[in-house]
Every structure is written in C-alpha cells, then in structure tokens.
C-alpha cells in the first residue's frame, strides 16, 4: 500500500487553505495539512488563515464542511507557534491541540524549541513532556519541525529524542530544511540517523546550499534525491504522511494562484516517478 501523501496549504502561498482545498484534488491529491495560525499575528504567507488558536466550534464546523463540500481530508494540522520554552506558547500550543482534537487528526507539526544556553534544556524538556501528554490525552502524536533550535540537524533531534523518549513526541523530517539551517550536513545522511523516530515529511527541494531559499517545484532543483528518501522511509515502514511543502523562490514576484497551482500538480507528477504512489 502506497503511503499517504498531502500538501502543506503554505504551497498556496497568499491564496491560503481555501485555494488548497479547492484545487488540490486537481493536482491529484485528496489530503492537505492545515496550518492552525497565531491569532493577531500576520502570516509570512499573507494569507487569510482559516483557523487560529482563538477559533471556536463555529469555526471548526465551517472548516469540516469546507473539506466535505471539496471531498478533502486532512493528513495533518501545522501547529508552530513560536518557542515552547514560554509558557504562553505552551498554552497557545494547547489550545492548538484541542482545535486538532475537534478536527480529528492524529499528528500535528510544531516547533522544537530554543534554549540561549544547556540551563534551560531541561525547563524546555519539562514544558515538551507536558504537550506530549496533553497531546496524547487527545490521540495526537506531536512531530518536531526541522528549524533553528534543539532540532535543527540530525544530531540535535537525535539528542532530543532520546532524552525525551516520549510516545507522543517525534519528528517531522523537512528535506529542504536540513541544509536551509546548516553548512554541513547530508540530507540523506541525517535522514538515515533519525528515521525511527519519524512520524512526518516534508518534501522540499533546493539546491541544499546553507540560507538559500529556493523551495519551488519538486525534481526543480534537483538537489535532493527523492527516490533515495522514499527507500529509506520504506525500509522503516513509514506510511506517511509526506506533505509537499512549495515555499518559492526568495525574491521572486508574488505567483499567481495558477502558478502556486502548477508547481504543485507538477511536484505530483515528479513524484509518481519516483514511485511514491505505487
């Protein structure tokens, strides 16, 4: 059985999860993950969010009947909120869940966290033991994104998940990322480092140089060997889910919904190629 495979509603960019979830079956998929946003907070995207923490049951039921009106389902929900070594972000992070929750999906993405110094590793771990069981009260398992902080490379998330060990706490592994934050590292190397603790994907080309921000079409860059990551996934069993995450080209004019749709439906057709739908 193929494992699942969805998109990221960012791939939209400014024209949001509504234009997501009208077009993604066009581009021949039939799940997306939901960003759940920062209320008050403008989006790096520019979009209109659907959902943010301060949503309520109206807003959720809107949400579902969207996705039913489209005959979308959700793989996941984007939860990042900034850094959990705050508490006001681990209460934001809750009320994430709880929205999650009501949406019924069983793995979210969100940060991993900063700490200025090892002092505060272990205040930062107390706060991630307590989502982890919050989340797993509502039969959510929490993926660590791939940015700045405890899980920015291979060795850190490697670090973070062993001294967490929790059930409810793993990783989304992003492939454009690993080389985004750091000089030296492989993607494929780090993959094959963390991948039993690897319950999400996102799949992002580049040119795996260090702050290049050319994330656009799949197969485009040609930096990352997306046969190879899939092997290494398989032979893990992992079923998913990938999430196409398309963030464009640094400096480029804003694309029109029709190019954010292209990129997209031609990152699908890469990636039956390299047999992810088999």
């Known amino acids: 059985m193929a494992a699942l495979v969805s998109c990221l509603t960012n791939s ?3 024209f949001g999860p509504i234009a997501a979830i009208e077009h993604i079956h066009d581009a021949g998929l039939s799940h997306i993950e939901l960003n759940i946003k920062n209320h008050g907070i403008a989006s790096f995207f520019k979009e209109t969010p659907l959902l ?3 949503s309520t049951a109206d807003d959720i039921q809107r949400v579902q009947e969207l996705l039913a009106q489209n005959d979308v389902q959700l793989s ?3 939860i990042t909120s900034g850094n959990p070594l705050d508490p006001a972000i681990v209460s934001m992070t809750r009320q994430k869940l709880d929205l999650a929750a009501q949406l019924g999906v069983s793995l979210v993405v969100g940060g991993a966290g900063e700490i200025e110094d090892e002092s505060q590793r272990e205040t930062l771990y107390q706060n991630f033991r307590a989502i982890g069981d ?3 009260e509502k039969g959510i398992t929490y993926c660590f994104e791939t940015h700045p902080g405890i899980c920015v490379n291979a060795a850190g998330m490697l670090r973070t ?4 060990d929790h059930r409810q706490l793993k990783l989304n592994f992003d492939t454009g990322n690993i080389n985004y934050y750091n000089r030296h590292e492989n993607v494929l190397e780090s993959l094959h480092e963390v991948v039993e603790y690897v319950r999400h994907v996102h799949l992002k080309d580049s040119f795996c140089k260090f702050k290049d921000w050319h994330f656009t079409t799949l197969g485009e860059a040609g930096g990352i060997d997306f046969l190879q990551v899939r092997y290494i996934l398989e032979d ?3 079923e998913g889910p990938y999430s196409l995450e398309i963030e464009g080209i640094e400096g480029e004019p804003d694309p029109s919904l029709e190019e954010h749709h292209n990129r997209v439906k031609q990152s699908v057709v890469y990636l039956q190629e390299c047999g992810f739908f088999d």
């Open 161 to 164: 998940m062993q001294d967490l």
């Open 52 to 54: 943010t923490n301060a």
């Open 236 to 238: 893990h069993n992992f």
């Open 12 to 14: 939209y960019g400014r």
């Open 76 to 78: 996941s929900c984007n």
């Open 134 to 136: 919050y989340a797993g």
